[in-house]
């Protein structure tokens, strides 16, 4: 099954120091047969949102929530279940909060 | 809890109970196996369970109950099958399983326990999934033994179900280091349980009972699992428990105080049983929160009377158990050990220090006003009282504290 894990990190923290990045980009590398996508994103201070309001799009600035815990970068993971998401998500080294969604697959099966 | 004579239609009841609990989780398992899809195989069998309340108290319980209903189920799952393309492939494999004799499969219900208790799953919704699927409750009769409406019921079931299905939540036993997490999550949802339904007792007969089910859960658990000793300590500690439940309610249904119960009523002979079982579990030098609490508890049901309890022993133990657990209420109660130990004020100071994590818990209060009528501060111990009052809705613990504020006034 495919899952995204979304990472969270909370608004107010600067981006994870060396050490930990170091860690991160190796829990890649260990996951990389597993892992078919993803990316580390801007802080939500570049964030856009487009809001459609009554069908019509309003464009504003900022995060879709206003909240301290916000994404902060997601992976897509290709595994067998949900424990083997879960477990890659424990094994996560970053702060926060890891979310596991399973995806939805279109198309025939 | 159920208790007294027992009328025949009770009696018929009770071996309906019994059939339930024994093959809704096995067929549940080999239809999830065979199926491939929780949410089908689990509604599927209750289906069919609901069929067989129908009729088995009309027509008796048919010989071979299992096969009924593994009959019935197979009828109901090929129905099913064919109104789905999905699972077209199914079809053929189903129509040749389900027909070999039971005794002959292999016990799936550990995996089945493991997948209703699973942590995606919201604890509540761990709770209704193993009593319908494991233990072949019907939805009234969880709603009944939660005080929720049926519809509540059903829908978290619907949900949960979903969510095993869509998550991808898998049917099998955890394997290495997540094994013991995975364990300790089913002795929670057991435990929730049994307290539930031995906390929440009237001694009202019902159908089912959720605290003896617990208990027959977790017996469940400790054939599947013979190396978990803590396994063990919980069965054990539910068994103590329920030895001398029916001391613990007055002709009127009041709650009796351990202190006060009338310990000739306390069934001697599964107390014995419960302790050497709890000796076979420490045996495997592997302790535990629940072993630990089964051996205070031992401690209490061994006591020829409340003068002769082992104080010094149960103080003991609960500092192992605060160790290992150091919650709040766990120190409560290690107070409440120590006070028979070294004294009311050296108890007091204790359960003064969790004055911020335990004001807003009735018992807190209740034991504070204990021991400050022991102090002789009976203002304070009537404002404690009152306190504990204002915090629980549960009439029976409501009766003893009511009684304690009369006696303080006489």
């Known amino acids: 099954m495919k899952y995204v894990l979304m990472f969270t990190g909370s608004q107010d923290d600067p981006s994870p120091s060396p050490e930990v990045y170091g860690r991160i980009m190796e829990w890649f590398q260990t996951n990389g047969s597993k892992i078919v996508g993803g990316e580390e994103l801007q802080g939500t201070s570049t964030a856009t ?35 083997e998401a879960i477990a890659l998500a424990k094994g996560w080294p970053g702060q926060g909060a890891v979310e596991i969604r399973p995806t939805i697959h279109h198309g025939p099966s | 809890m159920r208790s007294g004579r027992r009328s025949t239609t009770a009696q018929a009841e009770d071996a309906l109970v019994q059939v339930f609990r024994e093959e809704a989780g096995r067929l549940t398992a080999r239809l999830v196996r065979i199926i491939g899809n929780f949410d089908v195989a689990e509604e599927i069998v209750q289906d069919t369970l609901l069929v067989a309340l129908e009729k088995w108290p009309k027509d008796g319980i048919p010989d071979r109950p299992a096969a009924w209903l593994a009959t019935a189920a197979k009828r109901r799952a090929i129905d099913h099958l064919r109104r789905d393309a999905r699972f077209r492939q199914k079809l053929e494999l189903l129509k040749q399983e389900l027909t070999t004799p039971e005794s002959e499969e292999p016990d799936d219900r550990l995996r089945l326990i493991f997948t209703c208790c699973h942590p995606a799953l919201s604890r509540e919704a761990q709770v209704a999934l193993t009593l319908r699927a494991v233990a072949g409750f019907t939805t009234p009769e969880i709603a009944r033994a939660f005080l929720t409406t049926e519809s509540a019921i059903a829908q978290r079931i619907v949900r949960a179900r979903r969510k095993i299905v869509e998550a991808g939540i898998p049917y099998r036993v955890p394997e290495g280091q997540d094994l013991d997490e995975r364990v300790q999550e089913v002795l929670a949802v057991l435990y929730l349980m049994f307290n539930e339904g031995y906390l929440a007792s009237t001694g009202k007969p019902v159908r089912r009972d959720l605290a003896e089910d617990a208990e027959w859960l977790a017996g469940l658990v400790v054939r599947l699992l013979p190396a978990e000793p803590e396994a063990i300590g919980l069965l054990v500690l539910m068994r103590l428990h329920l030895a001398r439940a029916d001391a613990r309610l007055d002709a009127a249904g009041d709650l009796v105080l351990l202190r006060d119960q009338d310990r000739s009523r306390w069934k001697r002979d599964l107390i014995a049983g419960a302790i050497g079982l709890l000796e076979q579990a420490g045996a495997m030098r592997r302790p535990g929160p629940y072993q630990l609490q089964a051996a205070i508890a031992a401690c209490h049901a061994e006591a020829a009377s409340w003068e002769a309890t082992d104080w010094p022993q149960i103080l003991l133990l609960y500092d192992a158990l605060v160790r290992l657990l150091p919650t709040p209420v766990v120190r409560l109660n290690r107070a409440v050990a120590l006070r028979h130990v070294q004294g009311a ?49 549960n009439p029976a613990e409501r009766a003893v504290l009511e009684r304690r504020l009369a006696e303080l006034d006489a």
């Open chain 2, 345 to 393: 004020a050296e108890a007091l100071a204790e359960v003064d220090a969790l004055a911020g994590e335990l004001a807003g818990y009735h018992l807190f209060h209740a034991t504070r006003a204990e021991l400050l009528i022991e102090l002789g501060a009976a203002e304070k111990s009537r404002a404690a009282s009152a306190r504990a009052l204002e915090l629980t809705t």
């Open chain 1, 49 to 83: 949102t487009v809001r459609f309001k009554d069908g019509k799009p309003v464009v504003t600035d900022g995060p879709f929530i206003e909240t301290k815990e916000v994404i902060s970068g997601y992976a897509e993971v290709e595994v067998a279940d949900l424990d």
